[in-house]
Nanobody
Framework: QVQLAESGGGLVQAGDSLRLSCAAY????????MGWFRQAPGVEREIVSA????????YYADSAKGRFTVSRDNAKNTMWLQMNSLKPDDTAVYYC?????????????????WGRGTQVTVSS
């Protein structure tokens, strides 16, 4: 019903920046929120940031506050995650997800559509 495609991952050094993007395709009329999750080897999948389909409210995990910024374009069909001051602990596969519930949900169980992920690796 909804397909998501992430891009923008890569290999960077600590302190560098990356910008991830997620494009939504298909039947997006009922999408209420979009979010970024990440999963690293040996740890549980965790929320990074989320944004309502309308652009507000937003949500940031404590690890992302002050460093990451989530946004959407004017057409409301693309989500961005600007990541600054990257740390080795940010190394993970980052997934874009879409939920049918309203608001910026931080609960993974609310998200029913998932992208395939993009690898972010931070050295140092």
């Amino acid at each position: 019903q909804v397909q998501l495609a992430e891009s923008g991952g890569g290999l960077v050094q600590a302190g560098d920046s990356l910008r991830l993007s997620c494009a939504a395709y298909g039947r997006t009329l009922n999408v209420g929120a979009m979010g970024w999750f990440r999963q690293a080897p040996g740890v549980e999948r965790e929320i990074v940031s989320a944004i309502s389909w309308s652009g507000q409210p937003t949500y940031y995990a404590d690890s992302a506050k002050g460093r990451f910024t989530v946004s959407r374009d004017n057409a409301k069909n693309t989500m961005w995650l600007q990541m600054n001051s990257l740390k080795p602990d940010d190394t993970a596969v980052y997934y874009c997800a879409a939920a049918l519930v309203r608001g910026a949900s931080s609960r993974a169980t609310d998200y029913v559509y998932w992208g395939r992920g993009t690898q972010v690796t931070v050295s140092s």
